[in-house]
Every structure is written in structure tokens, then in C-alpha cells.
């Protein structure tokens, strides 16, 4: 006889839906950093021969476009925490579900970074003899995993680029699921999106590696932290570096997300 009390316990997910979209944005940004950092690696440990500038778009994209496979009927696959907050800040997000929302992003990015370094990690052993150094210079192979911005870039100009960077993002993004637009077909968003991705890695990313992902960012930076680099992946350019891809994306996410319903999305006729 089937004990009562145990099908109580025995309660699917489905009744718990803030779990379900928890689990499916950890696995949806899991999966996009994996592709993103995996594609950095292979560019940076062979010199750019097996991984070029356009690879590694193309790598980022691919990622956006998997992750959404992933996790897109679950979670709606933000996979960023400056895009949960932006819709969080239009209405589209109930704030209750954004301290879940960011919780498994940052910690789907930080399992996908482990991952990578654990692929690499005898490829990295080889070039390194276990020594992980990097200088105010020269990230070196820190740069693997977190972007680093570029010699000649100052504080203000990271800002800007971070800025723009992520208001594309989401004034593109805002018009792809906007079904009063171009109506893309659910199927083709995470093409779309990838595409989307791709075209600012091609335009955007010469300064300091398109920092609009503060989960795909931060995480990596704490996990080469722990694992040796220490503490100068933070200190890197006088402490002036490491809290731009970590808090600015929220700005122009959220500033993306207001351009286009101002010129956009408030004008359609009520039907």
C-alpha cells in the first residue's frame, strides 16, 4: 500500500516554478560560458591558430544561441544579470525572481569556468609550469577566462564601451521578442539573438572584450582568484578595472530596455 505521506514528499518541480526557472538559468548560463571561455582557450593556448577574432564571436554567439535552447521555455534564458534586471525594472521580471535569477547565473558561469579550467588544464600546466602570473602589463593567461581591457583604455572610456555595449544588447533584444514588431518566430530567437551577439563581439569588442556580462565576468575573475592568479585578477589597472563589467552593464541594460520602449514599444496602438 502506497504510503500517503510519501507522495506528499514526493512533490514534482513543476508546482515549484521559481526552482524550475532557478535550475534552467544555471544550465542556460552554464552552457553559454562554457562555449565563450572554451573558445578563449583554445584561442589564446594555441596562439590564435585553432581559435581567430571571428572565432571567438562566432563562439560567443553559438553560446547565446545554445543557452537559449536550454533554457528559453524555462527561465526565458537571460543568462545575464544586467538583462534580468532591466526587465525587472519595465515590469517584464517580478523582483522576487531576481535574487534567484542572478544567484544561478553567476553560479552557472562559475561551474562553466571550472569546467573549461579543467579541460585545459594540462594545456595550461604546459605553458605555465603551474606558475599562474600575470603583471599590470600582461594579464597573461588569466585573460583565458576575464576579459582584461586593452593598454591605451582608460576608466572612463571602459565605462562608455560597457555602457554602449549593453544598451545595444537590450534595445536589440527588446525588439526580437516583441511580437508587435518583426513577430520572429519563438523557434529562430536563439538565432537571432547568437547573431545579435556576434555582430557587437565584431564591432564592440577591440577595447576590453564587450564586458556586458557581469555573471560571465565576475564569476570567472573570483574562480582565477582561488585557483592561483590571486588577488591581482581584482587589483588589475589600480583597482580601477574589475567593478566596470561587474556593475555597469546593469546601467546601460536598463537604459537599453527604456530607449526602446520609448521609441518603440509604447507606440503601437492599443488593440
Not at 13 to 25: D, M, N, T
Not at 115 to 136: L, N, P, R, S
Not at 188 to 200: N, Q, S
Request: proline letters at 6%.
Amino acid at each position: 500500500m502506497v504510503d500517503k505521506r510519501c507522495v506528499r514528499k514526493a512533490i514534482s518541480l513543476s508546482a515549484y516554478p521559481l526552482i524550475r526557472e532557478f535550475l534552467g538559468e544555471l544550465s542556460g548560463t552554464f552552457v553559454l560560458v562554457l562555449c565563450t571561455i572554451g573558445t578563449q582557450a583554445q584561442a589564446v593556448l594555441t596562439k590564435r591558430k585553432l581559435a581567430e577574432f571571428l572565432a571567438n564571436r562566432m563562439g560567443d554567439g553559438i553560446g547565446v544561441m545554445a543557452g537559449i535552447w536550454v533554457a528559453g521555455g524555462v527561465s526565458g534564458a537571460h543568462m545575464n544579470p544586467a538583462m534580468t534586471f532591466a526587465l525587472a525594472c519595465t515590469g517584464k521580471v517580478p523582483w522576487r525572481k531576481v535574487p534567484a535569477y542572478w544567484a544561478a547565473q553567476y553560479l552557472g558561469a562559475f561551474a562553466a569556468t571550472s569546467c573549461v579550467f579543467g579541460v585545459y588544464y594540462d594545456a595550461i600546466y604546459a605553458q605555465t609550469g603551474g606558475q599562474f602570473i600575470m603583471t599590470d602589463e600582461d594579464p597573461g593567461f588569466a585573460a583565458i577566462f576575464a576579459p582584461y581591457p586593452s593598454a591605451y583604455l582608460s576608466t572612463a572610456g571602459a565605462v562608455v564601451d560597457s555602457i554602449i555595449g549593453s544598451t545595444l544588447l537590450l534595445i536589440c533584444a527588446s525588439a526580437i521578442v516583441d511580437q508587435r514588431n518583426c513577430k520572429v518566430p519563438v523557434p529562430f530567437i536563439a538565432f537571432y539573438m547568437g547573431f545579435i551577439v556576434i555582430g557587437l563581439g565584431i564591432s564592440h569588442s577591440m577595447n576590453c572584450g564587450l564586458p556586458i556580462n557581469p555573471a560571465r565576468d565576475f564569476s570567472a575573475r573570483l574562480f582565477t582568484y582561488l585557483v592561483g592568479w590571486g588577488p591581482q585578477v581584482f587589483s588589475y589597472d589600480n583597482w580601477m578595472w574589475f567593478w566596470i563589467p561587474l556593475v555597469i552593464p546593469h546601467f546601460g541594460a536598463f537604459l537599453g530596455a527604456f530607449i526602446y520602449i520609448i521609441f518603440v514599444s509604447s507606440h503601437w496602438p492599443v488593440v
